[in-house]
């Protein structure tokens, strides 16, 4: 019975890791544009489930554990969240405003903690909190993640 505790913890955790291309490159924003980075490093807390990202209100992705999503944006100023329902997404919504420029890439990160744990009851909370992070700490992070898409969704854009 262990066992298969362990494998079905195991399996929950790697399950909702991002296992799209590994990060390689930034991408060059065209002149009129900017390029926003959503990403997520790894996690144990809330490791095993994923939030969709909300741009201006709208679903743009998931963002799975140890992922990146990136967008292309004209300039603006943009409402960048991170939500999702009790099985999808424990922590809640997270927000932060950011302001697009062209020609410029900004950088979302995601983060996850615990914010209270009872060890009498075994009761964890879980929080999440999303902040735009200056570059050199995105590049330092980034290079660890893979893209947050399914390998279904990566072969039907080819």
């Known amino acids: 019975m262990k066992n298969y505790l362990i494998v079905i913890i195991f399996s929950l955790l790697t399950g909702c ?9 930034l991408m060059s924003p065209k002149n009129d544009q900017g390029v ?23 679903e743009r992705g998931e963002l799975k554990n140890q ?15 991170t939500d999702g329902s ?10 932060v405003l ?8 900004s950088y979302v990160r995601l983060a996850s903690h615990i914010r209270s744990m009872n060890i009498s009851t075994g009761l964890v909370m879980t929080g999440a909190t999303l902040q735009e992070v200056d570059e050199s700490l995105a590049r330092q992070e980034l290079p660890e993640t893979r893209l947050s898409v399914d390998a279904d969704e990566i072969k039907a854009t080819k």
């Open 36 to 58: 926003l980075y959503v990403y997520r490093p790894y996690t144990f807390t809330n490791g095993g489930v994923a939030p969709y990202v909300y741009i201006n209100g709208k």
């Open 98 to 105: 950011v302001t697009i420029k062209p020609g410029h890439r």
């Open 17 to 25: 890791a991002a296992s799209g291309p590994k990060f390689t490159v």
């Open 86 to 95: 009790f099985l999808t997404w424990t922590p809640g919504r997270a927000e």
């Open 67 to 81: 992922g990146y999503l990136v967008y292309p944006l004209s300039a603006g100023q943009y409402s960048v969240a």
